[in-house]
């Protein structure tokens, strides 16, 4: 029988901004290197910087959690001038915050 993945829990924010502002400058250039540099791509980062450091300073800090409120507040956005869409963009941050905690995103590991 499978075992469930543990869920993942980000240590409590002391400084949401600057979380922010080091997700929003991460994003971007993960954005601007994955396929081309487009002007959006500022506009999506800084959007779902936004939807994070709103939810971090909530007292969330459960990964998936995160990443279903930038997967739906990001629905609201005007995606039509990138390649990218909602499911991207939390994507990214996920992997992004995983990186940073020296987790392993490939497998569950």
Sequence with gaps: MTEPIPPI???PSQN???????LKQ??????DTEFIPEAVNQNIAERAAQIFVRQRM????DL?????AIVTEMQAFDFSKSFYGEFAIANAVSDLLLESLGIDKCCGQ
């Design 58 to 61: 909530e007292g969330e800090n």
């Design 64 to 68: 998936g959690s995160l990443v279903i």
């Design 26 to 31: 991460r994003l971007h250039g993960w954005l």
């Design 9 to 11: 829990t980000l240590p």
């Design 16 to 22: 949401p901004e600057l979380e922010g502002k080091w």
